[in-house]
């Protein structure tokens, strides 16, 4: 029996590298060329109208990747035969960039009809959304195909949540073959973004590795009680700016979430943040590389899943 299920693993671990295989930078290049042109100007667009949407793209690519791998099952609704993603407690009141996406794939279907799926729009646009916002560049590689369903159990418990302490935030990455330097890394996405009281209150009202002025400033706008969707910066340096501040604020305990500060509070990661705090250049290259690694969780590829015409639905 052990032998059947080591074979077992063996041969999914080869279909998964398989489909890793099967994406390419170039996979548009003769089927639409136009698409990569075509999904950065209307992230450009949607950024400079709100520069929080740069942070909220980035985030849904995050939060598709991580729940059953990067196929775009985030974005469809609910229907009569499964419960979507949309709602889970991670996402709930929370995901946003709905119909910015739906905007992107209603111009690239202008371009070049079902060709392009809502997977690679999120991946393109997150990378687009990082850039537009000062931050490094990087390769995107294509050709990832779309989910015909969608699991809310499967969101619930495969997504970090901002109260996890470090070996839970470890673990959820490692469940996704992502190391502790890819999980420091993709967390400086929070040098951009914001985040609701309800995430930060237990933080700024009972912690005590926090710096108490930067606490007593949050609590004028996240009460002990009420005021749940209050807004607060990520980075309460530069938040609308992609860059290696938020790890100079995690060396002075200004971690907005109870999980960011985690990753330096006397623990195997306080070394990796000092360094990013002081070396852009190495959080950059470190950023880039997670962002691939994690791009390439899961793929449906070939004939595998479909190409919607709608995000939000199946075909």
């Not at 029996?1 to 080591?6: D, K, V």
């Not at 290049?29 to 950024?47: H, R």
């Not at 609701?196 to 005590?208: A, D, K, L, P």
């Not at 705090?277 to 390439?296: C, E, I, L, N, P």
Request: charged fraction near 15%; glycine fraction near 6%; hydrophobic fraction near 40%.
């Amino acid at each position: 029996m052990a032998s059947l299920s080591l074979a077992f693993a063996l041969v999914s671990s080869l279909f998964a590298v398989a489909a890793v295989a099967q994406l390419s930078s170039t996979f548009y290049d003769t089927s639409c060329p136009n698409a990569l042109s075509t999904i950065k100007s209307a992230v450009d667009s949607a950024v400079a109208k709100e520069n929080r949407m740069g942070a909220s793209l980035l985030r849904l690519h995050f939060h598709d990747c991580f729940v059953n791998g990067c196929d775009g099952s985030l974005l469809l609704d609910d229907t009569a035969n499964f419960t979507g993603e949309k709602n889970a407690l991670p996402n709930q009141n929370s995901v946003r960039g709905f119909e910015v996406v739906d905007d992107i794939k209603s111009q690239v279907e202008a371009v070049c009809s079902q060709t392009v799926s809502c997977a690679d729009i999120l991946a393109v646009a997150a990378r687009d959304s990082v850039v537009a916002l000062g931050g490094p560049t990087w390769t995107v590689k294509l050709g990832r195909r779309d989910a015909t369903t969608a699991s809310q159990s499967a969101a619930n418990s495969n997504l970090p949540g901002p109260q996890f302490d470090l070996s839970a935030l470890i673990s959820a990455f490692s469940n996704k073959g992502l190391s502790t330097t890819d999980l420091v890394a993709l967390s400086g996405a929070h040098t951009i973004g914001k985040a609701r009281c309800v995430t930060f209150r237990t933080r700024i009202y009972n912690e005590t590795n926090i710096d108490a002025s930067y606490a007593a400033s949050l609590q004028g706008n996240c009460p002990s009680a009420g005021g749940d969707g209050n807004l607060a910066d990520l980075d309460v340096q530069t938040p609308t700016t992609f860059d290696n501040d938020y790890f100079a604020n995690l060396v002075n305990q200004k971690g907005l979430l109870h999980s960011d500060q985690q990753l330096f509070n006397n623990g195997s990661t306080d070394s990796l943040v000092s360094t990013y705090s002081s070396d852009a250049s190495q959080f950059s290259s470190d950023f880039t590389a997670a962002m691939v690694k994690m791009g390439d969780l899961e793929p449906l590829t070939g004939s595998q899943g479909e190409i919607r015409i709608n995000c939000r639905k199946i075909n």
